[in-house]
C-alpha cells in the first residue's frame, strides 16, 4: 500500500508541477492519497526537492566558479553560473539546462559535476529576461509557465552560436538539461544547426516529429519508464529522428520515476540509475566534444 501511495503523490506531483493543478485542489487531493494532513506533509516533502548536501562542494578549490552575463541578442541579456576545471584553458562548454524551478543549487552542483569532468561549464538562468530566478520555487514554476518558448529558444540558439564561434571557432558546445530543460535540449537541437555538437536530454517532452529532419548534433536521450506523460512525445520524437537517419540514443531506464537523476527529491531519485546515466552522459561528451572513443 504504501508504494501504490508514492505511485499515486508522484503522478498527483506531476499534475501539480507540470499541467498547472491548482495548488489548493493538489494539498486536498494528497491529503485523501495520505490519509491525514500531517502525513500528506511528510509525503509532500519525500517527493518534493529539498536542501540537499552537495556531491561537489560550491567551494571546492579545483575548481574556479564565477557568474557570467551575455547579451545572446540584442536586449536580451542573460546571467549563469560558470564553473571550469581551475588554471584550464579552451575546453569544449557544456551548457548545463535547469528544470522548471529555473537556476537553483541543485543545478549549480550539476554544473560543477560536469567541470569536474574537464568542461567549462555554463549553466543560463533562462528567467533572466524575466529578472532572474526567485527563491520561491513555486513563483519560479509559474515564471516559467509564462515564458514565450520561440524567444526563449532563439536565446539559447543564439548563446550556442556565440559560444561556438569563441575563440576563432574552434570551440565545441554541448548541452544537457533535465525536465523543461530537456525538452530545451529537444528545441535547441533542432534550432542551432551545425554550432551544437552534441546534445543529452533528461526526461523532456518532444517536439513535433516533423522537426526531426532540422536536428544536425548527435542526441542522447534519457527517459523513466514511468514517466508517461514524457513518454508520450519523447517516443515518436525518438522514432522519427531514426527514421530521419540522425545520430540518436535512447535509454528508457527501468523501474525509475521522472526526475529520476536529481538527488533532492528523495522518492523520485534512483542512485544506481542517475549514475549509469550520468556514466553514459560524459562518455557521449567525451566523445563529441573531445573526440575520444
Given at each position: 500500500m504504501r508504494d501504490e501511495r508514492i505511485r499515486a503523490a508522484i503522478s498527483l506531483y506531476d499534475r501539480f508541477t507540470h499541467d498547472g493543478l491548482d495548488r489548493r485542489a493538489f494539498m486536498a487531493e494528497l491529503t485523501r492519497i495520505a490519509g491525514g494532513a500531517a502525513a500528506a506533509s511528510l509525503l509532500l516533502s519525500s517527493i518534493a526537492c529539498r536542501a540537499a548536501a552537495p556531491q561537489v562542494a560550491h567551494d571546492d578549490d579545483r575548481l574556479t566558479l564565477r557568474t557570467v552575463e551575455w547579451e545572446a541578442r540584442p536586449g536580451r541579456r542573460y546571467r549563469g553560473y560558470n564553473a571550469a576545471p581551475r588554471g584550464s584553458v579552451d575546453l569544449p562548454v557544456v551548457l548545463v539546462i535547469h528544470e522548471n524551478?529555473?537556476?537553483?543549487?541543485?543545478?549549480?552542483?550539476?554544473?560543477?559535476?560536469?567541470?569536474?569532468?574537464?568542461?567549462?561549464?555554463?549553466?543560463?538562468?533562462?528567467?533572466?529576461?524575466?529578472?532572474?530566478?526567485?527563491?520561491?520555487?513555486?513563483?519560479?514554476?509559474?515564471?516559467?509557465?509564462?515564458?514565450?518558448?520561440?524567444?526563449?529558444?532563439?536565446?539559447?540558439?543564439?548563446?550556442?552560436?556565440?559560444?561556438a564561434s569563441a575563440e576563432g571557432g574552434s570551440r565545441k558546445v554541448g548541452i544537457v538539461g533535465f525536465c523543461w530543460g530537456g525538452a530545451l535540449v529537444n528545441r535547441l537541437a533542432v534550432a542551432s544547426g551545425e554550432a551544437l555538437a552534441a546534445g543529452v536530454s533528461f526526461y523532456g517532452p518532444a517536439p513535433s516529429p516533423s522537426e526531426a529532419g532540422q536536428v544536425r548534433a548527435p542526441l542522447l536521450i534519457h527517459l523513466a519508464e514511468r514517466d508517461e506523460r514524457v513518454n508520450a512525445t519523447a517516443l515518436p520524437w525518438i522514432a522519427a529522428l531514426r527514421g530521419a537517419g540522425k545520430e540518436v540514443r535512447a535509454i528508457n531506464h527501468h523501474g525509475v520515476d521522472h526526475a529520476f537523476h536529481n538527488d533532492t527529491s528523495a522518492a523520485r531519485y534512483n542512485a544506481e540509475a542517475a549514475r549509469r546515466a550520468w556514466a553514459t552522459t560524459l562518455e557521449f561528451f567525451d566523445r563529441h566534444l573531445r573526440g575520444e572513443s
Open positions: 524551478r529555473g537556476l537553483n543549487d541543485h543545478i549549480r552542483d550539476v554544473a560543477r559535476r560536469v567541470a569536474i569532468a574537464g568542461y567549462s561549464a555554463v549553466a543560463p538562468d533562462f528567467l533572466s529576461p524575466a529578472g532572474g530566478t526567485p527563491a520561491d520555487e513555486d513563483r519560479a514554476r509559474a515564471m516559467i509557465g509564462e515564458l514565450d518558448m520561440a524567444e526563449t529558444v532563439a536565446d539559447g540558439a543564439a548563446s550556442i552560436r556565440w559560444l
